[in-house]
């Protein structure tokens, strides 16, 4: 009997997450993915295509989970930062993800821009009721908030060594930090 095609496609996918999330595209080996799922280099190429394609898929299937797991309103700014700092804590491969895509990959992927349009249309929205500040363009302040929300976790060494309590501190504290940054970001001007 052949093998389960649907797990070893599970299986590959699994594998190319962890490996994308910890070498980036240009580092990531297709041998080593194989290696991981356990299955043979042709089958990544046969179900995926390229490396690229692949890491393509990884990234967008892991915003698209993301985004799906997270609330988003024309009045929960400030809580969605909330949200993805706690989803990111647990999913942390997606932060690094989400770096490693915008250093290597310099164009979009269609499902991801409707993943945010709809989101972007949100902070639009809110920001022509007033209810956020609007001097912004709607997706710049979404680059924003999501720049306050992993901006610890990508500061510079150096930076963070100023500060080494910090990295005591509970998520909780860190949390509501990101929230009151982000409640000051889009507060509208007076």
Known sequence: MPP???ETKRKLMDAAIAEFAQYGL????????AENA???????????????????KVVSDS????????????????????????RLEKWPHIQR??????????????SEVEGYRRRVLDIQAA????????DIP????????????????????????LQPDYACQSDSTRRAAVVAAVAGLV???S
Not at 26 to 33: K, T
Not at 66 to 86: C, K, M, N, R
Not at 138 to 161: C, F, H, N, Q, Y
């Open 4 to 6: 389960d095609a649907t």
């Open 26 to 33: 240009a580092g990531a080996r297709v041998d080593r993915i």
């Open 38 to 56: 356990p299955a043979n280099k042709r089958s990544i190429y046969m179900h995926f295509g390229t490396k690229e394609e692949l890491f393509d």
């Open 63 to 86: 915003f698209l989970q993301l985004a799906g797991s997270i609330a988003f309103g024309e009045d929960h700014l400030v809580g969605y930062a909330g949200d993805l700092f706690d």
């Open 97 to 110: 993800l989400y770096l490693w895509s915008g250093l290597e990959r310099e164009q979009s992927v269609a």
């Open 127 to 134: 920001q022509e009721a007033g209810r956020i500040r609007a």
């Open 138 to 161: 709607p997706a710049e302040l979404m680059a924003m908030v999501i720049a306050v929300v992993i901006s610890w976790k990508t500061a510079a060494w150096s930076l963070k060594a």
């Open 187 to 189: 507060q509208p001007p």
